[in-house]
């Protein structure tokens, strides 16, 4: 097992260089650099802009000079927003993405497996039914469709929410509302429709037929037999589901003005800075990676079916 | 158990009428409802962008600024003008007749009003248009823009689907069957682009190279391909493993089939199946990520549309005019809908393990 960690944590690191190196060359053979949009500069000023962000360089040597920094956790000066590093807009904005996602995710998680359980249990019955046309609504319908919608009814008709904003605002804690359920609503859906179907799966097996003939209570061999096998596909669907939240909530920021990382990564991409995008991209990845590789050690770790070598 | 031998069979051993696979998931798709529905839908949404060139319908770029945000009507966009203003007389002769007498000029002059405007409808031929489902804050007539929206957001769907099928056969075709090192190398490329971001990767490439007009779907096109090849060819490469030590594949080496011949028509004619369902699951998939661009203003630029930029145009203005949100966002719903419903019909249809069942 051991063996298996270590040698899956070192296939993080091929992967990441790939990330780092594709997208500072992506980025530097764009047309139209960082300096080139609005205002025509003086060409004194123009030659010191580039030296000072050392973009006088060769290629060869900017991308190293960068993946110095990066391996020492400095991810460089933001060519936009004067006098702020990369390092301190995401310090600054990613707590608030973090606390939307996870809260997304812990419902969606929550909330999915609850409707899943009864709607297996409750088989063609109408709880099933409507559980289920909620979670085909869930998947088909966009995010940038449910978030505007939700806004429309609950926030200008009824006026019962704000209608976009964060939690250091006058309306507080109730500005989470929105943006959370429209991010969790597409993986509520997936983990529902998944927890059923596997449910249905595992309550058609041989060992919970077991368990109902030593006679044990319904709600033991559910809760004790049924869910500990059922639930595994769900652990695998985190990892995707943690990357889809965080592109969600590019869209999710933006409909809901939320100060968070993907409002900043859009406005970053559309202005060109740089350093600012890479920073994003290298930071998101981060995160995604290490969360498929904590998925895939804690399914190792729940099923008992998988030996590691 | 024998005793059938050479006839077609199901799992009690009953003798069945032998069938193709495509007839026993056509037989299968019929029985489901929704999918059926869902092709009807996903059919008439087609012939309908399809023929938008031809159909009666305004152009979607033509500008009227006379009639800016009206609502959805079976009335002329003349008519309305008028309705409106004899709606307001018809007010200020309430408040008028209530006491308030200094209104009566400004009853008066809208009087005079409604008799030019009357003048104007019935000079101007363009005020004689019927707005089906109302215009956007340019005059543009909303069936037109959803309609040719539409076309633009299948067009990305299919064209993705298109090219994400092609490359993740080859590549999943010439991993599974010549294994080992080659294997190893081009799964080793697979799992490192999946470790990446796809959207954000997208995201990128659209800001790089966004510019106006037409080359900007062309970047959708490529900056969506290139990303999405990536499940097909997984699963084409684990199919292909599964099947290449099958005894028809053997009797075909051993009757002189080249690799070629053996990956073109005997392996990958026995993945069409799941190759079909991935292709009706991801094209909803394709349409969502044109729009999400669109929606963040990164996608397909003006004047052509597609649903996302609508939708992202009607969310501006939703309180006041709601239908700018809601016409694009209801056909696009719909479409998603009724191909997410054909492609769960069809994965259950094309299940090799339910053959011969109902």
């Known amino acids: 097992m051991t063996k298996f960690i270590i040698r899956r944590l070192l296939s993080l690191i091929p992967t990441m260089f790939v990330i780092v190196t594709l997208s500072f060359f992506l980025i530097r ?82 909330l999915g497996i609850a409707v899943g359980i009864v709607s297996a249990l409750k088989q063609n019955k109408w709880q099933d039914y409507t559980a289920m046309s909620l979670a085909v609504v869930g998947i088909s319908v966009p995010l940038f469709v449910i978030g505007p919608l939700l806004q429309l009814v609950f926030a200008m008709q009824l006026k019962w929410l704000p209608t976009s904003g964060w939690i250091t605002d006058r309306a507080g804690l109730k500005t989470l509302i929105m943006p959370v359920i429209t991010l969790s609503f597409p993986y509520f859906a997936y983990i529902a429709r998944m927890s059923r179907a596997s449910i249905l799966e595992v309550l058609r097996s041989d060992y919970v037929r077991t368990a109902r003939a030593k006679g044990l209570k319904e709600s033991t061999v559910i809760g004790k037999h049924v869910l500990k096998g059922a639930l595994l596909p769900i652990v695998s669907y985190l990892g995707p589901a943690f990357s889809g939240i965080i592109t969600g909530s590019i869209v999710v920021e933006t409909i809901f003005l939320v100060p968070g990382v993907g409002k900043i990564f859009v406005q970053s991409a559309l202005n060109r800075d740089y350093t600012l995008i890479m920073g994003e991209v290298i930071v998101y990845s981060l995160i995604l990676i290490v969360m498929n590789f904590v998925v895939d050690i804690v399914y190792g770790f729940l099923d008992p079916r998988i030996a590691y070598k | 158990m024998s005793t059938n031998i050479g006839q077609a069979v199901n799992e009690f051993n009953q003798q069945v009428a032998a069938v193709s696979l495509w007839a026993d998931a056509w037989r299968r798709l019929r029985k489901n409802r929704m999918a059926l529905l869902g092709l009807w839908v996903v059919g008439a949404f087609a012939i309908i962008t399809l023929a938008a060139p031809i159909l009666p319908i305004y152009d979607y770029t033509s500008q009227e600024m006379t009639h ?137 490439l659209m800001a790089m190279f966004h510019k106006d007009g037409a080359s900007s779907i062309v970047i959708l096109f490529v900056a969506i391909a290139l990303v999405s090849w990536l499940t097909i060819a997984r699963v084409v490469r684990g199919q292909i493993i599964s099947l290449k030590n099958a005894e028809f594949i053997e009797a075909a080496r051993s009757m002189g089939a080249g690799t070629g011949r053996i990956i073109f028509r005997h392996l990958i004619p026995n993945t ?75 994965r259950v249809a094309l299940d090799p393990q339910s053959k011969n069942r109902t």
């Open chain 1, 29 to 110: 053979f764009a047309p139209g650099g960082p300096f080139s949009a609005e205002k025509k500069v003086p060409a004194q000023v123009l030659q010191n802009l580039m030296k000072k962000y050392h973009m006088d360089e060769s290629l060869g040597r900017q991308y190293l000079r960068y993946f110095g920094e990066i391996l020492r956790g400095d991810l460089g000066p933001s060519f936009r927003y004067k006098d702020m590093t990369v390092n301190a807009l995401i310090k600054q904005s990613m707590p608030n993405s973090m606390l939307l996602g996870t809260l997304s995710l812990a419902l969606a998680v929550a």
């Open chain 2, 68 to 204: 800016i945000n009206l609502p959805p009507s079976l009335k002329s966009a003349g008519s309305i003008a008028i309705q409106k203003v004899e709606k307001r007389i018809v007010e200020l002769k309430g408040l008028v007749d209530g006491g308030r007498e200094d209104l009566r000029p400004e009853m008066d002059k809208i009087r005079a009003e409604l008799e030019s405007v009357k003048a104007d409808v019935a000079k101007n031929p363009k005020s004689s248009k019927v707005y089906l489902l109302g215009t956007d804050y340019l005059g543009r007539d909303m069936l037109a823009r959803t309609i040719y929206g539409g076309r633009i957001s299948m067009m990305v769907g299919i064209i993705g689907t298109i090219t994400a099928v092609l490359i993740g056969i080859i590549i999943g075709a010439i991993a599974g069957y010549a294994g080992g090192r080659l294997d190893n190398f081009l799964m080793r490329i697979v799992d490192i682009i999946y470790g990446l971001p796809y959207m954000l990767i997208v995201i990128i």
């Open chain 2, 272 to 346: 069409l199946g799941v190759i079909i369902i991935f292709a009706t699951l991801s094209l909803p998939s394709f349409i969502m990520s044109e729009s999400f661009l669109s929606f963040l203003g990164l996608g397909v630029s003006a004047p052509a549309a597609s649903w996302g930029t609508l939708v992202s145009e009607g969310v501006q203005g939703m309180e006041l005019y709601p239908w700018r949100l809601l016409v694009p966002a209801l056909a696009m719903t719909i479409f998603l809908f009724a191909m997410n419903f054909l492609g769960d019909g069809l």
